[in-house]
């Protein structure tokens, strides 16, 4: 079973960054989808950005492009999300999730709906002042 743990959310100001990170179990394995979503009040849960642990290869929600870069380091079973040029719209719950032995290409995560994800974090706060 794989476990999550966000951190690193804060409320800082439109046009501000922040660094989340999320660490994984240690023995998860290699190979696997891992990604962020985030939920504001009243909204579903939505993706925002994927990565397939194996190829490195990242994905990420339209509306996050060139703004958000999802990256990991697998020595240190660290997940993390570099968020810059933030908006009062990315504010919300963010969530560090991942699926092992999943069938659907890890391409799609960014819109996917959350049950399709199986391992969740707690979720971490940012809060994106104007």
């Known amino acids: 079973q794989v476990q999550l743990q966000e951190s690193g959310g804060d409320s800082v100001q439109a046009g501000g960054s922040l660094l989340l990170s999320c660490t994984y179990s240690?023995?998860?394995?290699?190979?696997?989808?891992m990604g962020w979503f985030r939920q504001s009040p009243g909204n579903e849960r939505e993706g925002v950005a994927g990565?397939?642990?194996?190829?490195?290869?990242?994905y990420y929600r339209d509306s996050v492009k060139g703004r958000f870069t999802i990256s990991q380091d697998s020595a240190k079973n660290t997940l993390f999300l570099q968020m810059n040029g933030l908006k009062p719209e990315d504010t919300a719950v963010y969530y560090c999730?991942?699926?092992?032995?999943?069938?659907?290409?890890?391409?799609?995560?960014?819109?996917?709906?959350?049950?399709?994800?199986?391992?969740w974090g707690k979720g971490t706060q940012v809060i994106v002042s104007s």
């Open positions: 999730a991942a699926i092992v032995g999943g069938t659907w290409p890890c391409a799609t995560l960014p819109n996917r709906d959350y049950r399709d994800m199986d391992y």
């Open positions: 240690e023995y998860a394995g290699s190979g696997f989808c």
């Open positions: 990565i397939y642990t194996g190829s490195q290869k990242t």
